[in-house]
């Protein structure tokens, strides 16, 4: 591993840890608050909505960044997917993400994140998580953008 | 009033994140994505480093605040395995989850992951309405 490799492990980890912390913060960990968020029509709790917000407008921001940069500080390209299309898969799969974010009440960033407090419940779900990505990539194989360098 | 200035504050944060990442490396910061390439022995040294730094953040956040994050997972094991199935096939046929289509995808104003949020979102709303008819 070169010098510019070690430095994307760090930025990555780094990455990571500010993902993490705002992930804390934000109160996404809890699945019974998210759950509370997608209730819209008993008692519901739109402080979630603002996590999207925030997350959104500042990203914005660094996508804004992005289109006036050449490349990324520690890469030659920026590795961004290239089609455009809307079909079936990418509707059914998030539609089937949807049903399993709503029964538990997790997602894989809150869902890994929490690893950190020990729960065997949050290990259960990681790990039927990992098989169902494992399952999709057997049987269909991953697509090109997913797979890219 | 506090839930929503720490919901915004917390989303800030995650929306700085995706922004180091992508204008650092220059890659999505979804963590479905990173997961799935992980599996696959793809990325492995950043993707684990993006992972690990991701269970770092709430030690570092039980550090500067003295409480851990509340987490309250009350759904029992049965329900756990099915919904993790999902989030994890879905996520992969549906190229991206809640950061990688809702974080980077909304702001790179993407129409697939404007159609994927639209639809994960629905589908949510739809099975927690669905689960509170049987509870």
Do not use: K
């Amino acid at each position: 591993m070169n010098r510019i490799e070690r430095l994307r492990v760090v930025a990555a980890f780094v990455s990571g840890i500010v993902f993490g912390l705002g992930l804390a913060l934000s109160g996404m960990l809890n699945p019974v608050r998210v759950q509370g968020f997608l209730d819209i029509t008993r008692d519901w709790d739109p402080s979630l909505g603002f996590v999207l917000a925030g997350a959104v407008s500042v990203s914005a921001l660094g996508m804004a960044l992005v289109r006036r940069m050449r490349e990324p500080l520690l890469d030659s390209r920026f590795h961004l997917p290239e089609t455009r299309v809307i079909d079936r898969r990418l509707l059914v799969g998030s539609a089937i993400f949807g049903v399993g974010w709503g029964m538990v009440g997790l997602c894989p960033g809150p869902a890994l994140a929490s690893l950190s407090l020990g729960l065997p419940a949050t290990v259960l779900f990681i790990a039927s998580m990992l098989a169902g990505m494992a399952a999709h990539d057997r049987l269909f194989g991953a697509r090109p953008w997913q797979r890219a360098s | 009033m506090t839930a929503y200035i720490t919901a915004l504050c917390g989303g800030f944060l995650i929306g700085l994140s995706a922004a180091i990442l992508m204008m650092v490396n220059g890659r999505v910061a979804g963590v479905s994505g990173i997961a799935g390439r992980l599996l696959q022995g793809v990325q492995t040294a950043t993707g684990a480093a993006f992972i690990a730094g991701l269970i770092v953040g709430p030690v570092l956040f039980r550090l500067l605040s003295g409480a851990w994050p509340a987490v309250e997972l009350a759904a029992p094991w049965p329900l756990l395995v099915a919904g993790g199935l999902f989030v994890g096939y879905g996520s992969r046929m549906g190229s991206g989850c809640t950061s990688g289509h809702g974080v980077v995808g909304l702001a790179r104003l993407s129409h697939r992951s404007m159609a994927a949020v639209a639809t994960f979102m629905v589908a949510a709303v739809a099975t927690v309405y669905l689960m509170g008819l049987f509870s």
